[in-house]
Nanobody, 125 residues
């Protein structure tokens, strides 16, 4: 069973930055894309962005494009989410996930196979 562990969550004031990490427990599972999702209280889980694992293609939801950057370190088997210019509406639990299909790059949660436990981000105004 592949395990994904997020870290780097916390509280920050509006305009600040945070970087999340997502470490995978294995390398040998089928992985074409990885993504970040978030879920705010009382709302459905929403896609933040995704990255091709063996390529450079990325995709971001419009609400975070230009503020958030997804990157990866294949040698360390870690996915990152750099979040800049944070806004109170970015407050949510953030999850990383892996997809065995490149279709996952575009945010369908049903394309994702493994999920992390989530990490809380709180942005105060």
């Amino acid at each position: 069973q592949v395990q994904l562990v997020e870290s780097g969550g916390g509280s920050v004031q509006a305009g600040g930055s945070l970087r999340l990490s997502c470490a995978a427990s294995e390398r040998t599972f089928s992985r074409e894309a990885m993504g970040w999702f978030r879920q705010a209280p009382g709302k459905e889980r929403e896609f933040v962005g995704g990255i091709m694992w063996r390529g450079e293609l990325t995709y971001y939801e419009p609400s975070v494009k230009g503020r958030f950057t997804i990157s990866k370190d294949i040698a360390k088997n870690i996915l990152y989410l750099q979040m800049n210019t944070l806004k109170p509406e970015d407050t949510a639990v953030y999850y990383c996930a892996t997809s065995s299909s490149l279709r996952g790059l575009y945010g369908n949660p049903y394309e994702y196979d493994y999920w992390g436990q989530g990490t809380q981000i709180t942005v105060s105004s």
